[in-house]
């Protein structure tokens, strides 16, 4: 049998999200609280209601701690702490 020119036998690869400062954010914290390897397995929504809300809480005490009012300000911070 031949293949037909133009057809792909191979499944589609789904498009790479770009990632905004609040997924970077969110991974960031996940990986802090051992939730990573649960969400690249299932994605965000494998995660329970309390775990969902521990990633939540933690990300808003991150902020807190370093008198941040927003999100902004924290990618602020995390680039001149870099360079």
Same mark, same amino acid.
């Given at each position: ?6 057809? %792909? %036998? &191979?499944?589609? !690869? ?5 990632? #905004?400062?609040?997924? &970077?954010?969110?991974? !960031?914290?996940?990986? /802090?609280?051992?939730?990573?390897? &649960?969400?690249?397995? *299932?994605?965000?929504?494998?995660? %329970?209601?309390?775990e #969902? ?5 933690y *990300? #808003? +005490?991150? =902020?807190? /701690? &370093?008198? =941040?009012?927003?999100l !902004?300000?924290y990618?602020? %911070?995390?680039?001149? +702490?870099?360079?």
């Open positions: 049998m031949r293949k037909q020119a133009g057809k %792909s %036998s &191979k499944k589609k !690869e789904k498009k790479k999200k770009t990632l #905004t400062p609040i997924d &970077k954010f969110k991974i !960031e914290v996940a990986k /802090e609280l051992g939730l990573w390897d &649960k969400v690249k397995q *299932m994605g965000w929504a494998g995660l %329970s209601a309390a #969902t809300g521990q990633v939540g809480g *990300m #808003t +005490r991150k =902020l807190k /701690e &370093k008198n =941040l009012k927003n !902004e300000e990618q602020a %911070s995390r680039i001149k +702490r870099n360079k």
